[in-house]
T-cell receptor
């Protein structure tokens, strides 16, 4: 399967702990996006990369959130000192330029 | 800030009836994409519209992009139970997608 891969699929963590998610985009896709989706809502933009450069970060992303794409391939999203409000599905997508975005299966985070 | 509004939030139809969802943006979009998300799944790309007034068809699905490139619609003719899911529009502005809140379609057999 050469689609977008996200790990882990599910993560349960205690409030205050740090978590890190990984996204492997479709190879040769230069753009990578992170979105957050809560039940009954559309995906909310968090940040995106063009190759290894993080070009924009949403105001939704507090300073507890950080994302990297060190070699322009896979990306990680870290949440420090998790809060219950961080519970959501975290979606990664990749695209080649302005063409359609392909989404991964997402990582479902539950903060207890 | 950028906003994409989508209506209705829910739509329940009898199999065979038509369905339409509408998407409106507060600003002009460079293009708009439509996605379908099944329960428990991730968004799956359906189509992209780029030109003002563009209309595209995929079998029973008809997509339109408004003349001002600020609104769009998805129309499904003669719904089937396989059409069940949430349909999202995603307006592109400066390399980012802004998703609508989606329209959840339920089709009764």
């Amino acid at each position: 399967d050469t689609g977008v891969s996200q790990n882990p699929r599910h993560k349960i963590t205690k409030r205050g702990q740090n978590v890190t998610f990984r996204c492997d985009p479709i190879s040769e896709h230069n753009r990578l996006y992170w979105y957050r989706q809560t039940l009954g809502q559309g995906p909310e933009f968090l940040t995106y990369f063009q190759n290894e450069a993080q070009l924009e970060k949403s105001r939704l992303l507090s300073d507890r959130f950080s994302a990297e794409r060190p070699k322009g391939s896979f990306s990680t999203l870290e949440i420090q000192r998790t809060e219950q409000g961080d519970s959501a599905m975290y979606l990664c997508a990749s695209s080649l330029g302005d063409f359609e975005a392909f989404f991964g299966q997402g990582t479902r985070l539950t903060v207890v | 800030g950028q906003q994409v509004m989508q209506i209705p939030q829910y739509q329940h139809v009898q199999e065979g009836e038509d369905f339409t969802t509408y998407c409106n943006s507060s600003t002009t979009l460079s293009n708009i994409q439509w996605y379908k998300q099944r329960p428990g799944g991730h968004p799956v790309f359906l189509i992209q519209l780029v030109k003002s007034g563009e209309v595209k068809k995929q079998k029973r699905l008809t997509f339109q992009f408004g003349e001002a490139k600020k609104n769009s619609s998805l129309h499904i003719t003669a719904t089937q139970t396989t059409d069940v899911g949430t349909y999202f529009c995603a307006g592109r502005n400066f390399n980012k997608f802004y998703f609508g809140s989606g329209t959840k379609l339920n089709v009764k057999p």
